[in-house]
């Protein structure tokens, strides 16, 4: 990395799998049991989000979850 530039911080280009949820908030444990990671609690601010553990990528349906909710 040249001197002064920032790291790359832009989502990966290829989600390792697409998850489509009808909730703004996606749990995520990276699936396969003991091979996954630590469950965490992704907030969906706009259509996705994507784990940054494992990369998956969780797309909120179509007209899913459009209250503002807690």
Same mark, same amino acid.
């Given at each position: 990395?040249?001197?002064?530039?920032?790291?790359?911080?832009?989502?990966?280009?290829?989600?390792?799998?697409?998850?489509?949820?009808d &909730? /703004?908030? *996606? *749990? %995520?444990?990276?699936?396969?049991? @003991?091979?996954?990671?630590? /469950?965490?609690?992704? /907030?969906?601010?706009?259509?996705?989000?994507? %784990?940054?553990? %494992? &990369? /998956?990528?969780?797309?909120?349906?179509?007209? @899913?979850?459009? @209250? &503002?909710?807690?």
């Amino acid at each position: 990395m040249p001197d002064g530039a920032a790291p790359n911080t832009a989502l990966p280009a290829t989600p390792t799998e697409i998850i489509h949820v009808d &909730s /703004r908030t *996606a *749990a %995520c444990d990276g699936g396969d049991g @003991a091979l996954g990671h630590p /469950r965490v609690f992704l /907030r969906i601010p706009g259509e996705q989000v994507m %784990c940054p553990y %494992c &990369s /998956r990528l969780y797309v909120l349906n179509p007209g @899913a979850d459009h @209250a &503002s909710g807690h």
